[in-house]
């Protein structure tokens, strides 16, 4: 049996089945959840142009909410409990059906007011989107290209063009570039890079990337600007006053790109390390996984296995000096950025941090290097380099590296096996 409920303002079929709680495990859960969970699918049935319900059912929606946030805040990310983020998924679906219901039921509403429910909308399927990972992704995607479907893209942003400063020019030693490679073939990159795991920057494999003729600051405004997701703020995450916050990509460029040169680094914001061509499939379209990857991996299924995230920011953003366990390319397609790396067998003289959480983050800066402290890390050979739009930093596995952007710029990461 097929039975559909609509959502009236987003003029949504909805399957009765998206909210298949078969999928949440009693067990696993205090009571109290799983009787509000089956009261909102009780109401679901009977809410159909009855406000009170649809209230009810709202203020429940918000205690589950509120509740699976701060279990979904306890812990680390990685350590955070799947049933977590499904039951903030399912909650924030039930919200998203409920509010359309509502707001459906409170009369006629002028264009500002269904843009402002239409955009509450996407905010909330974000939320589900970013805390619940691959879980529900294509039910929240699904909402949201409703939304935007129904939706005038002419977006009340600040109609100037922003041009891109010149980067900043920073002098690099002779001795320890990094090696540059036109277009090398698959078995060059393979035996001279890849074998002896040998960083690379590589230059002529990204022409055919339409992101590089139509990324700006404008057009990421115009894709995305309406959707919330996570900016670090602060100088680097190693520091004590560093913090994450959810906002708009408006919000984003105008707080933190939009600003009169010379912001203090403690008021830097940087949306770093984000799966945004997941949360935003058309901006995937733009940008092309390295081919090298496909020879090289060890994955049949490449393409649902490799990690894709977006770093955009101001100049002046810093990356300390880490290492990640995959094999990247990171690519470039606004601004410069300066790299330097190390061998990962020089860890010993980079004074990791102690602890699990920052044990792949050094405690050295590196381009103010504190000798007194950290002495073995003096002298150490290293490879530096700037990275151009259009050129993609082949960085090995476990190998350190440091990064500060030069100007504005947009990278794209691709972490493959
Ligand atoms: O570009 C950055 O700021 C850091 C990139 C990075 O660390 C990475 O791709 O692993």
Not at 149 to 165: A, G, P, Q, Y
Not at 173 to 191: A, Q, T
Not at 235 to 258: A, E, G, R
Not at 311 to 340: A, M
Request: charged residues 25%; aromatic residues 14%; hydrophobic residues 40%.
């Amino acid at each position: 049996m097929e039975s559909l409920t609509r959502l009236p303002i987003l003029n949504f079929n909805l399957k009765e089945d998206l909210i298949d709680l078969s999928r949440i495990q009693k067990h696993q859960f205090p009571d109290f959840v799983f009787k509000n969970l089956n009261f909102l699918n009780l109401c679901l049935n009977n809410a159909q142009s009855n406000l009170n319900v649809i209230n009810k059912a709202l203020y429940v929606c918000d205690i589950l909410i509120d509740y699976s946030w701060e279990m979904l805040n306890t812990n680390i990310w990685i350590f955070v409990e799947e049933k977590w983020r499904l039951l903030y998924a399912f909650t924030t679906l039930f919200k998203i059906i409920f509010l359309d219901m509502q707001f459906a039921g409170t009369g006629s509403h002028t264009d500002q007011l269904i843009d402002q429910h239409k955009q509450n909308i996407v905010k909330l399927a974000d939320l589900g989107l970013l805390m619940s990972g691959p879980l529900m992704e294509t039910e929240f995607n699904n909402i949201i290209k409703i939304v935007e479907n129904t939706s005038n893209r002419e977006l009340n942003f600040k109609k100037r063009r922003i041009e891109v400063e010149q980067p900043i020019k920073i002098n690099l030693n002779e001795d320890f570039l990094i090696k540059y490679e036109k277009s090398p073939s698959i078995e060059r990159f393979r035996d001279e890079y890849f074998y002896k795991e040998m960083p690379v920057i590589i230059d002529n494999q990204m022409q055919h990337w339409p992101a590089l003729k139509t990324w700006s600051v404008e057009y990421i405004l115009e894709k995305a600007g309406n959707r919330t997701v996570p900016i670090e703020i602060g100088s680097k995450y190693t520091d004590t006053n560093w913090s994450q916050k959810l906002m708009s990509v408006k919000d984003f460029v105008d707080k933190f790109i939009l600003i009169d040169k010379e912001v203090s680094a403690e008021n830097k914001g940087y949306l770093a390390q984000h799966p945004l061509f997941n949360q935003i499939p058309e901006l995937k379209e733009d940008i092309y996984i390295p081919e090298y990857c496909y020879y090289l991996s060890k994955d049949d299924e490449l393409e649902s296995s490799i990690d894709i995230n977006a770093w955009f920011g101001p100049g002046g953003t810093i990356s300390p000096l880490h290492y990640d366990p995959k094999p990247n390319f990171l690519c470039q397609v606004i601004g410069e950025k300066y790299v330097r790396l190390y061998e990962h067998k020089y860890s010993n003289c980079l004074y990791p941090n102690e602890g699990n959480i920052l044990k792949n983050t050094s405690q050295i800066d590196v381009e103010h290097l504190d000798e007194s402290k950290f002495p073995l890390a003096k002298n150490l050979p290293y490879w530096e380099g700037v990275l151009k739009p259009g050129q993609m930093l082949y960085i090995p596995a476990k190998c350190w590296h440091y990064i500060r952007s030069l100007s504005l710029s947009f990278s794209v990461s691709f972490w493959w096996n």
